[in-house]
Nanobody, 120 residues
Framework: QVQLVESGGGLVQPGGSLRLSCAAS????????MGWYHQAPGKQRELVAGITSGGNTNYADSVKGRFTISRDNAKKMVDLQMNSLKPEDTAVYYC??????????????WGQGIQVTVSS
């Protein structure tokens, strides 16, 4: 039994900041990749930021210099700090964890999605 819980979304004005958090719980052996994706109205879901178990990160070009992804392995959490937010950042954000369960089965788990709206 593995579940992801997301928090930190909401409404913010352009230029503002939000911090998204995603916490995993359940029978987890180890977590490999952690990432954040978003899906805007009428668009496909796409990668925003990812982080490996070794701490290497990658970002979509549209968020480089504005967003920062981080992970806490002890807490089984991944965060996304979003600064200088723009209206085009408006979307539902999903965390995804690529992990190995305690039964040694590898699987990808998705959060339920959290709304981020950037508007004046």
């Amino acid at each position: 039994q593995v579940q992801l819980v997301e928090s930190g979304g909401g409404l913010v004005q352009p230029g503002g900041s939000l911090r998204l958090s995603c916490a995993a719980s359940g029978s987890i052996f180890t977590i490999d990749l952690m990432g954040w994706y978003h899906q805007a109205p009428g668009k496909q879901r796409e990668l925003v930021a990812g982080i490996t178990s070794g701490g290497n990160t990658n970002y979509a070009d549209s968020v480089k210099g504005r967003f920062t992804i981080s992970r806490d392995n002890a807490k089984k959490m991944v965060d996304l700090q979003m600064n200088s937010l723009k209206p085009e950042d408006t979307a539902v954000y999903y965390c995804k964890l690529d992990l190995v369960r305690s039964d040694y089965v590898s699987y990808d788990y998705w959060g339920q999605g959290i709304q981020v709206t950037v508007s004046s």
